[in-house]
C-alpha cells in the first residue's frame, strides 16, 4: 500500500513537471507572447528602395482628398529671374560721326564737276559740282583753281560770300563763277590753259577739303589773264553767274 502511494506521487510530480515546461519555455516563469509589430506605412523602405524613395512615398501618403474624392497634390513654390533681359540705346544718323545720313564734306570723291565756258556774260565759265554720294555734303568758301602749272590761285570775291555755307543734298548740284578775263583788255600775263584742277577747301580758310578734281576743257584751251577771279560757292547757276 506504501509503495503503491509513492508510485502515486511520482507519476503526479512528473505530470507537473511537464505541465511547467510547456508553460515556460524561457525558463522566466511567464510565457513569451512575441513583441507587438507595427502595421507597416506608406514611408517604410522597401527591398531595393533608397532614402530618396522613401520621401517620395512620404510625399504621396500626404496626399489630400477633395469631397469629391478627387486627389489634390500639394506643391512646392520657388522664385526665380529672367536671363537675357537688358536695356539697349540706340543713335540716329546725321550726328557727323560718319554715320548714314551725317553731313561730310564735297571733293572730288563724292561729286562730279564740269567746267564750260558760257557766251554771257563775256569771259566767263561756269563750274558746277554735283554730289554723287549718299550723303549730304557741303561746300565751304570758294573753289581752289590752277590751270595747268600756274604757280598762283585766283581769290574768291568776297562779295559773293553767302549767308550760309552751300550745302548740296545727293543729287544736288552747287556752283561757282569764273571770271577768266578782263573784258577790256587790262589783264596782265593771259594764257590759254588746257587743264584744269579744282580743289576743296575744308571747314577752315584754306585747308584741305579732300580729293580734287580735274574737269575737262573745251579742246582748243580756255584764255585767261591776271583778272582771273572766282567766287564763293552758289546754291543756284544765276548766283554764280550773275556777278
Known amino acids: 500500500m506504501r509503495m503503491r502511494h509513492i508510485r502515486l506521487l511520482a507519476a ?26 507595427p502595421a507597416p506605412s506608406a514611408a517604410t523602405t522597401a527591398p531595393g528602395q533608397s532614402s530618396g524613395d522613401r520621401a517620395t512615398s512620404g510625399a504621396s501618403a500626404a496626399r489630400t482628398h477633395t469631397p469629391t474624392g478627387r486627389p489634390t497634390t500639394r506643391t512646392g513654390t520657388g522664385t526665380g529671374t529672367r536671363a537675357g533681359t537688358g536695356t539697349g540705346s540706340g543713335h540716329g544718323a546725321g550726328t557727323g560721326t560718319g554715320t548714314a545720313g551725317s553731313v561730310v564734306l564735297c571733293n572730288g570723291a563724292n561729286t562730279t564737276v564740269t567746267a564750260r565756258p558760257v557766251t554771257r556774260p563775256l569771259n566767263h565759265m561756269l563750274i558746277t559740282v554735283k554730289n554723287t554720294g549718299t550723303r549730304t555734303c557741303l561746300l ?20 559773293t560770300q553767302p549767308q550760309a555755307v552751300t550745302t548740296l543734298a545727293p543729287g544736288e548740284s552747287g556752283y561757282a563763277g569764273v571770271l577768266l578775263s578782263a573784258a577790256d583788255g587790262s589783264g596782265e600775263a593771259g594764257a590759254t590753259g588746257h587743264r584744269l584742277t579744282v580743289m576743296f577747301q575744308g571747314r577752315t ?9 580735274t574737269p575737262a576743257l573745251p579742246a ?24
Do not use: I
Open 220 to 243: 582748243k584751251g580756255v584764255y585767261y589773264d591776271s583778272s582771273l577771279k572766282v567766287t564763293y560757292w552758289q546754291q543756284n547757276a544765276d548766283d554764280a553767274l550773275d556777278w
Open 205 to 213: 580758310p584754306n585747308s584741305d577739303g579732300g580729293p580734287a578734281a
Open 140 to 159: 565751304p568758301y570758294y573753289p581752289v583753281l590752277r590751270f595747268d602749272e600756274m604757280q598762283w590761285a585766283p581769290q574768291g570775291d568776297k562779295a
Open 12 to 37: 503526479t510530480g512528473t505530470a507537473l513537471a511537464a505541465l511547467a515546461l510547456t508553460a515556460c519555455g524561457d525558463g522566466t516563469g511567464t510565457k513569451d507572447e512575441g513583441a507587438a509589430h
